[in-house]
């Protein structure tokens, strides 16, 4: 069985910083890319960062660049997304996802070229 298992989340005062952890089991995602999207209650799910299987090139939304950085070990299909200078805005349920088909250079952020996507993992920033 295919799964993306998210942890990491939590509270966190403003100026804080967290750690996310995707762990992919059930098959290799060395040659995925992977992505973080968020949603908050109400509202639609967003991207948020993505990192490409070749090079590791990586892709965040403008509301992030800057404070978050994506990365991944391939060798224990792990990918990771560590927040700094957090903000009442982050608050949102962070979900992991994987793009099996990616295309050349380009680094999909839209959720639909994402086919495989974990439970999520709720991060609140307290004021």
């Known amino acids: 069985q295919v799964q993306l298992v998210e942890s990491g989340g939590g509270l966190v005062q403003v100026g804080g910083s967290l750690r996310l952890s995707c762990a992919a089991s059930g098959r290799t995602f060395s040659r995925d890319d992977m992505g973080w999207f968020r949603q908050d209650p109400g509202k639609e799910r967003e991207f948020v960062a993505a990192i490409s299987w070749a090079y590791g090139r990586t892709k965040y939304a403008d509301s992030v660049k800057g404070r978050f950085t994506i990365s991944r070990d391939n060798a224990k299909d792990t990918v990771y997304l560590q927040m700094t200078s957090l903000k009442p805005e982050d608050t949102a349920v962070y979900y992991c996802?994987?793009?099996?088909?990616?295309?050349?250079?380009?680094?999909?952020?839209?959720?639909?070229?994402?086919?495989?996507w974990g439970q999520g993992t709720q991060v609140t920033v307290s004021s």
């Open positions: 996802a994987a793009d099996p088909n990616p295309f050349g250079i380009v680094i999909h952020t839209s959720q639909v070229a994402y086919d495989y």
